[in-house]
């Protein structure tokens, strides 16, 4: 992790700001032009609208403009608004040093433009001030939310969750809204664990909640894109997909220590475990297992039977097999909850596992007119390879099912 960058607040600010219940964090670079109607709103939404305690902190990360006179301006006339400059740029470097500095109960964040409908603030922070859960998020991607955005944005979106789903198994649906709460202790045991300071902090920080067992709380939100909004999309796309990389391995090599953060947090009512470097470590275990008993069967029916169908039947065997062992052993599923679920989950898999092998099988009995058992289990091993990875997201998404994360 890089090191700290040197921040400040104005003394005068700080000596005026009280003690909060909620601390909503608008992180900025550059907004000198809108800065101050956003504080305005959200200050004055805040003091009529909300039944708690609260302060704005404008967290300016390195602008280069007179963002920093309007946010020291803000906070010497408004009693409830404090700011913060760094000298660094980057979202989740601006968010890691106000959290870190509150004493809210509560912290959270909102972009400056403020796409998010204010009517959205108390039920964000309601579940974690009442104890229901541990982070809360704003979700443009449910049915009951109303988006106002372009085609280009939605359809990016849409498929950076999807990724998400797909190659971290997330349970939430909106990792990117700028939108998002959670307690301050559950913060102080996240944001350590946290290594990008830029866009992907969000998504990090989610992942890392989910992976820890955390209660992760989604609040459908009405919300109207910014247009004169000055993100470089491609070079976004481009770091999540690194830090989604970057994550995987951390997480599949137990070198990101998720255990460390639930220590002393209330953590949500038993059920099957979600730490993804413990099932991976398990399902790779039992998938070489059922490889192997795949490979043996294989060899030995294919002696009587043609190559389809050996690899119909030896894959049916250690199908039903590893799904059962899996979701005992993997997933700690014990009970008949979930069962037939699960199985169905287990018999797509085994649909694209036969259909990736014999697909495999039919393009080598055509490439060459008399391919060897040799060549032969070759091409087995790389598809059984790619449909174990399929069967991986496939089981664990189902299994996640049994315990959804929370929506309002």
Request: hydrophobic share 45%; proline share 4%; with cysteine.
């Amino acid at each position: 992790m890089s090191a700290e960058p040197t921040t400040r607040m104005p003394p005068r600010a700080r000596a005026q700001t009280p003690v909060a219940t909620v601390d909503l964090v608008i992180p900025v670079h550059n907004e000198e032009r809108s800065l101050e109607d956003a504080v305005r709103r959200l200050d004055g939404y805040l003091r009529h609208r909300l039944p708690y305690s609260y302060q704005v902190t404008i967290a300016d990360n390195a602008s280069m403009d007179d963002t920093w006179a309007v946010a020291t301006r803000l906070a010497a006339e408004l009693p409830r608004v404090r700011a913060l400059h760094l000298d660094a740029k980057g979202r989740g470097r601006a968010l890691k040093a106000a959290w870190a500095s509150s004493s809210a109960d509560v912290v959270g964040y909102m972009d400056v433009d403020l796409s998010t409908d204010l009517r959205a603030v108390l039920p964000l922070i309601a579940p974690l001030l009442s104890g229901h859960s541990d982070v809360a998020i704003g979700t443009r991607l449910a049915r009951s939310s109303r988006v106002v955005r372009g085609p280009k944005r939605d359809v990016i979106s849409r498929g950076y969750n999807l990724l998400l789903r797909t190659v971290l198994s997330v349970s939430f649906s909106d990792a990117q809204c700028g939108f998002k709460a959670l307690r301050r202790e559950v913060a102080e045991r996240l944001l350590p664990l946290v290594e990008d300071d830029s866009w992907f902090f969000d998504t990090e920080l989610l992942v890392l909640a989910q992976e820890a067992g955390l209660r992760i709380h989604e609040v459908p939100v009405d919300w109207v894109d910014d247009p004169d909004s000055r993100v470089d999309l491609w070079a976004t796309i481009r770091e999540d997909l690194a830090g989604i990389g970057r994550l995987a391995r951390g997480l599949g090599s137990g070198r990101i220590a998720v255990e460390t953060i639930g220590d002393g947090v209330r953590r949500p009512a038993a059920g099957p475990p979600h730490r993804l470097a413990g099932q991976l470590l398990s399902f790779g275990v039992i998938g070489v297992l059922s490889t192997v008993a795949y490979l043996l069967l294989y060899v030995v029916l294919r002696s009587w039977t043609g190559e389809q169908s050996a690899n119909l039947v030896a894959l049916v065997v250690t199908a039903l097999a590893n799904t059962a062992a899996n979701r005992r052993v993997t997933f700690g599923i014990r009970s008949r909850a979930g069962a037939v679920g699960h199985h169905l989950a287990g018999l797509t898999a085994f649909g694209l596992g036969l259909a990736l092998t014999s697909g495999a099988l039919w393009l080598l009995h055509h490439a060459a007119a008399r391919p060897g058992r040799f060549a032969e289990v070759t091409v087995l091993v790389l598809a059984n390879a790619l449909a174990t990875l399929l069967r991986f997201v496939t089981l664990r998404r189902s299994m996640a099912r049994t315990h959804p994360v929370t929506n309002q």
